[in-house]
Structure formats: structure tokens, C-alpha cells
């Protein structure tokens, strides 16, 4: 494979592209490309048609890069051409992720959660012990004072959620959950949610 250098205006997306950019992944790709540089290469055929890498080419485009890293593949035919690209999309699609592995690097990246990709409000709930989690649940649905005054100077009734019966205020517990045979799996912590009261597992 020989990685080279082209000018992103000798570059022809495809014309049809099995894969869609919305506006959120385009945004995430860029912020990879800013944090990371292009870690790998667009490539595309003798005529510089993209086979992979549209949406970051979208990105470096939305950024201004003038320049991207890309692989030309010769001698394919106009079908391997489409397979190529149903593959590329399709065998990523396959891929899962390992929980364990994933929750120990979040751990080790506990001070600095800023991954491309991810929103870092939620990688923070993830790290957030039995306690936390709690206090968190319990501001669900509250409206802060400036909100509560634009409602009440809009002459808007508020609806409150209607609150469920039995707990109304969430509680952290342990339970055992049986399986379909009714043989005892694992005792995991949960908590009440204070709106809805379905039970949140931990």
C-alpha cells in the first residue's frame, strides 16, 4: 500500500455513497482531525473517486485542509468498487465493543474525558458511584427558578409529571434477578427513578 498525499480538490466523492454524514458525526470526525491529525488514509481509484473516507473528507473540507493522505487502489472493477465499500461500512458495523476494557481505559481517563465521539457529560455518568447517581436522578425533571418564571409570566399552566406510586425519591438497592429457569443470575444495585419508578440498574 503507498500512502500519498493529494489535494482535496482532485478528489471526487462518490456518487453513491452507501454510508449518510449527518451533521453530528461530520462534527465529531472533525473534532478527531483537530485533536489527532488524519491517523488514516482516504482511498480512492484511478480516477480519484472516494471509495472510503467520505465523511472525513467532508470534515476536512468543513476545516479548510486543503491536503489529505489517501490510497489509491488500481485494476478493480466497477463492482469490487461498490463491494469495497459495502464491506468497508459493513465489517466496522460488526465489530462490538469489550464492556470490561472499555470501563477500565474510561477509568484511567477519569481527569480527561474529552474523546472524540463521545459526549463527556456521558462518559462522566459512567464513572458516577451508587451515591451520585442518586443525587443525580433526584434533580430529574426539576425546572430551574429562571424557567419557572418565564412559565408563570407566559401564563402557561406547568404540568408536573405525575409521580408514581410507592417511592418518591430515588433509593439505591440490591436485588437478584432470576432467569428464565428461575435460577438466581447476579444481585446488582439499582435505583428508583423519582418520575417514572422504573428501576434503573447500576
Given at each position: 500500500m503507498k500512502v500519498e498525499k493529494y489535494r482535496l480538490e482532485d478528489l471526487h466523492p462518490a456518487e453513491k455513497n452507501i454510508r449518510m454524514h449527518p451533521e453530528a458525526q461530520i462534527r465529531e470526525y472533525k473534532r478527531s482531525l483537530q485533536k489527532f491529525k488524519q491517523v488514516k488514509p482516504i482511498t480512492i481509484d484511478e480516477k480519484n473517486?472516494?471509495?472510503?473516507?467520505?465523511?472525513?473528507?467532508?470534515?476536512?473540507?468543513?476545516?479548510?485542509?486543503?491536503?489529505?493522505?489517501?490510497?489509491?487502489?488500481?485494476?478493480l472493477s466497477e463492482k469490487d468498487k461498490k463491494k469495497l465499500m459495502?464491506?468497508?461500512?459493513?465489517?466496522?458495523n460488526l465489530g462490538v465493543d469489550n464492556i470490561s476494557v472499555f470501563d477500565e481505559i474510561l477509568a484511567e481517563l477519569?481527569?480527561?474525558?474529552?474523546?472524540p465521539g463521545y459526549d463527556e457529560d456521558f462518559l462522566k455518568s459512567l464513572l458516577m458511584d451508587d451515591s451520585d447517581m442518586t443525587e443525580k436522578l433526584s434533580e430529574y425533571g426539576t425546572i430551574d427558578p429562571q424557567e419557572a418564571e418565564d412559565i408563570k409570566n407566559a401564563n402557561v399552566p406547568y404540568e408536573a409529571p405525575e409521580q408514581p406510586t410507592g417511592e418518591t425519591t430515588p433509593t439505591a438497592s440490591y436485588a437478584s434477578?432470576?432467569?428464565?429457569?428461575?435460577?438466581?443470575?447476579?444481585?446488582?444495585?439499582?435505583?428508583?427513578?423519582?418520575?417514572?419508578?422504573e428501576k434503573i440498574w447500576l
Open positions: 473517486v472516494i471509495l472510503t473516507g467520505n465523511g472525513m473528507y467532508m470534515a476536512m473540507r468543513e476545516l479548510g485542509w486543503t491536503e489529505a493522505y489517501c490510497n489509491k487502489i488500481t485494476g459495502m464491506a468497508d461500512n459493513r465489517i466496522f477519569s481527569d480527561d474525558l474529552d474523546v434477578e432470576r432467569g428464565s429457569e428461575g435460577r438466581e443470575e447476579s444481585s446488582r444495585p439499582y435505583v428508583i427513578c423519582p418520575k417514572c419508578g
